[in-house]
């Protein structure tokens, strides 16, 4: 790895392809399902594999899941799509091209907008996102000379989506990564499982000296399918191409695979040895046109967008924007806070509580917010306790709310009522409870009065102890202070 102060004169650019599948029953021009993880060859028809004779049909539901993200994108969204036959051999494509679009795709331009760690926001700007079919899928089965191929995935509906040249660090790239996750999620396009490869990301990477205008030569990382692998790969490509440089050597433009168990990228093709692809209008498909009616229909479906809930909490709601990241994770997670806030004024303690007790449980459980059998107002209520004084936060969390999760009319105060969990906030009570913790400890006392005020933690376990937990602790805190320096 070439020394930081190396790494420094130099400028790191970046441009993502992002393949998101299409959430459709049946494939982008035939009618075979797109169920994931059936026997191979099993969703296949004569139009997937190409037959002679055969004709596509487009589905028209892939063509609206891609003007909605056009749409959530800000892009200007192309009245009139016509699809191409990209000529390339694909050994898991039937047909032996694929249809695409090349200079018509049906969104261009757009925005997606980040905010970094450091609070820094950026738009970062699309190039376009363009409709096409995925390939099949070739299977190298461990000590065998022959390949495997299942068309079932064949056919499949995607949209690509392209950047500029416009990310300088590998964590603008994930954080742009993650946000179109999100997108793509929140509007019911696609399911975004990078693991099941429903989303896949292409990095193009190049490097030149900072205040340079002109681009080095781009290499491609292909097919990564987790935020970490994307990370890692821009960060190892950065180092490679630097030291190349520096040591005089050219940066080859051409295709790499990343290695995510050894951190390397590694060089599958030249782009000099790529063949020409030939585009040209796929003569088996009218132009599609978009009227404006229709556009408008689909642009009144689109739903509340990660950002706007973002900007919702952290200016109507007032949470730091960590908080409000986390809340905007998934659509049912803002939407399940959305609806606590509609029962609490609390909105820091709710958020306190998403993040705490019930995220922790549904880590414990293995499921999302939309399996979460605790409704928000029942939340509101463990807040309304712990704020009132009558339970503290600990015995609310710990005791409390696992008992909500039992099939019971109980509400949070019966449950706290039962479990003896009320706190005993009356003065009367408490003064017999300190002035026998007082006595009991004689010596570490005088310590306090001393000066060693550092004690009061210590008092207030032993007053904690005799109260069995009871004890409201800001009103045991006073009394305590007033009895101790007496």
């Not at 002679?52 to 993200?69: C, D, F, H, Q, S």
């Not at 760690?117 to 700007?125: N, P, Q, Y």
């Not at 409709?131 to 000590?143: N, P, Q, R, T, V």
């Not at 742009?176 to 989303?199: A, Q, T």
């Amino acid at each position: 790895m070439p020394q930081q102060d190396i790494m420094d004169k130099y400028q790191l650019v970046i441009g993502l392809e992002v393949h998101a599948q299409l959430a459709t029953q049946s494939k982008i021009f035939a009618g075979d399902s797109t169920v994931y993880g059936q026997d191979p060859n099993t969703q296949v028809s004569e139009i997937t594999l190409g037959h002679p004779g055969t004709l596509p049909k487009v589905n028209k539901r892939a063509i609206e899941y891609a003007v909605r993200m056009g749409l959530a994108c800000k892009c200007e969204i192309s009245r009139t799509n016509i699809f191409d036959r990209k000529n390339y051999f694909y050994p898991d494509l039937p047909k032996g091209y694929q249809i695409t679009q090349d200079k018509s795709p049906i969104c261009l331009g757009g925005i997606v907008p980040i905010q970094l760690k450091d609070g820094s926001k950026r738009d970062i700007k699309l190039n376009r996102i363009h409709m096409e079919e995925d390939a099949g899928k070739s299977i190298h089965l461990a000590g065998e000379s022959d390949t495997l191929v299942d068309f079932n995935r064949a056919g499949t509906p995607l949209i690509e989506i392209v950047t500029e040249p416009d990310m300088h660090s590998a964590e603008e790239a994930t954080t742009v990564l993650s946000e179109l996750r999100k997108l793509v999620m929140y509007l019911g396009i696609c399911d975004g499982n990078m693991e099941e490869g429903s989303l896949r990301c292409d990095a193009n990477i190049s490097i030149r000296l900072k205040g340079s205008k002109e681009f080095g030569k781009k290499v491609e990382v292909k097919n990564m399918n987790s935020f970490r692998n994307v990370s890692k790969a821009i960060n190892h490509e950065f180092e490679r191409q630097v030291g190349l440089v520096e040591k005089g050597e050219e940066v080859i433009s051409e295709t790499r695979t990343f290695d995510a168990d050894k951190g390397k990228t590694f060089g599958m093709r030249t782009k000099e040895e790529l063949n020409d692809y030939r585009y040209f209008p796929e003569p088996d498909l009218s132009p599609i046109k978009l009227t404006e009616e229709w556009l408008q229909k689909v642009e009144n479906t689109l739903p509340v967008l990660p950002r706007e809930y973002h900007q919702q909490f952290v200016e109507k709601f007032g949470l730091p924007a960590y908080d409000a990241f986390f809340l905007t994770e998934t659509q049912e997670m803002a939407q399940y806070f959305e609806r606590l806030c509609e029962s609490t004024s609390e909105y820091k303690a709710a958020s306190n509580w998403m993040m705490g007790p019930v995220k922790s449980t549904l880590n414990e459980l293995g499921i999302g917010i939309d399996r979460f059998s605790i409704e928000p107002d029942q939340i509101a209520d463990l807040i309304s306790l712990v704020k009132s004084g009558k339970v503290s936060f600990s015995a609310a969390s710990q005791s409390v709310f696992p008992e909500l999760f039992k099939e019971s009319d109980e509400s949070a105060l019966e449950i706290a009522v039962r479990l003896n969990l009320i706190q005993e906030s009356d003065e009367s009570s408490l003064v017999p409870l300190i002035e026998e913790v007082i006595k009991e400890n004689e010596k570490k006392v005088k310590e306090y009065r001393s000066g060693k005020k550092g004690l009061l933690g210590m008092f207030m376990g032993q007053l904690m102890k005799k109260s069995q937990g009871k004890a409201d602790p800001k009103v045991a805190q006073k009394l305590l202070k007033e009895l101790l320096e007496d």
